[in-house]
C-alpha cells in the first residue's frame, strides 16, 4: 500500500512545477489592451494589438458584390461607343443550318466576359467552310439589336490548329 500511495505522491509533485510555470490569466486591464499576438518569452509583457471591428459578414458580401458590379460597369463603359469585341478560341462545333458556332473562348475583358464555352449565332456574310471543329481561331463579335452578340468574323489563328 505505501508503494502505491508513493507514486501518487511522486506524481503530485511534478505537478507543483509545472502549475508554477503556468501563467496566471491577464488581468481585466491586460484584456482590453488587445488580443494577443503570441507568447511572452521574456520580461516584455504581453504582445497584442488593439482589437479591430469587424463588419458583419453581409456588409463584406454586399461589399465584394458592389466591387465587382462596378468593374464589369467600368469595362463596359471603356467599351463605350464600340459595339465589337476580340476574342479566340476553339471551336466546338458547327451548325451549319442554324448558322451557329459553339466556342470555348478565352476572357474577353473588353465586354467583361470570363473564358466560357457557349454557341454564337453568326452573320449570314460569314463562311463557315473556314473552320473546322478543333480549330483555334480569331473572332469578332458584335452586339446585334435584340443585346445578344453575333460572330461577324472568324478566322482560324496564327499556327493552325
Not at 4 to 19: E, F, H, N, Q, T
Not at 36 to 50: M, N, R, Y
Request: glycine content about 10%; some cysteine; aromatic content about 4%.
Amino acid at each position: 500500500m505505501i508503494p502505491r500511495l508513493s507514486r501518487y505522491l511522486v506524481a503530485a509533485l511534478m505537478l507543483i512545477p509545472l502549475i508554477a510555470c503556468i501563467k496566471p490569466p491577464p488581468t481585466a486591464a491586460e484584456q482590453s489592451g488587445g488580443v494577443p499576438l503570441g507568447i511572452d518569452l521574456g520580461s516584455s509583457g504581453l504582445v497584442a494589438t488593439a482589437p479591430q471591428p469587424r463588419a458583419p459578414a453581409s456588409v463584406a458580401v454586399a461589399e465584394r458584390d458592389t466591387f465587382h458590379s462596378q468593374r464589369a460597369t467600368q469595362m463596359q463603359m471603356a467599351h463605350a461607343g464600340h459595339n465589337d469585341a476580340h476574342g479566340t478560341g476553339t471551336v466546338n462545333s458547327i451548325d451549319p443550318a442554324q448558322h451557329k458556332v459553339n466556342l470555348s473562348h478565352n476572357p474577353i475583358p473588353e465586354i467583361g466576359w470570363p473564358a466560357m464555352t457557349m454557341d454564337f449565332p453568326v452573320a449570314p456574310s460569314v463562311d463557315l467552310r473556314a473552320v473546322k471543329p478543333g480549330t483555334r481561331v480569331n473572332f469578332t463579335i458584335e452586339r446585334g439589336e435584340g443585346g445578344m452578340f453575333e460572330i461577324r468574323a472568324i478566322a482560324p489563328a496564327g499556327g493552325g490548329r
